[in-house]
């Protein structure tokens, strides 16, 4: 069974650093796309970093490009992102997830099917 737990969410000031982490389990890191998701309240959940297996590369989305790092560590079975220079825009709950990830003609598809629990950032101005 795939599992996914997330966590070292707290609160911190504008400014500031956090490191999330998520343990995985339960699959084939060679079978997986892992990426990190949050969602802010009202809102809906936004695709923050993705490892593509295909591509053997990482994805940002342009709201924390350059302030947010994503490391897989095998040997340890977790996923970090190191978020630097936090902004109260960056407050909401983190899921970590993982993806079958399928070529089609146009691109890539991905098929979340796995999530962490979630950890909650709050970011004070």
């Known amino acids: 069974e795939v599992q996914l737990q997330a966590s070292g969410g707290g609160w911190v000031q504008a400014g500031g650093s956090l490191r999330l982490s998520c343990l995985a389990s339960?699959?084939?890191?060679?079978?997986?796309?892992i990426g990190w998701f949050r969602q802010a309240p009202g809102k809906e959940r936004e695709e923050v970093t993705l490892y593509s297996i295909s591509e053997r590369s990482m994805h940002y989305a342009d709201s924390i490009k350059g302030r947010f790092i994503m490391f897989i560590e095998r040997d340890k079975s977790t996923v970090a992102l190191q978020m630097n220079n936090l902004l109260p825009e960056d407050t909401a709950v983190y899921y970590c997830?993982?993806?079958?990830?399928?070529?089609?003609?146009?691109?890539?598809?991905?098929?979340?099917?796995?999530w962490g629990q979630g950890t909650l950032v709050t970011v004070s101005s």
């Open positions: 339960g699959f084939d890191w060679d079978d997986y796309a």
């Open positions: 997830g993982a993806a079958r990830e399928r070529s089609i003609p146009t691109g890539l598809e991905y098929e979340w099917n796995h």
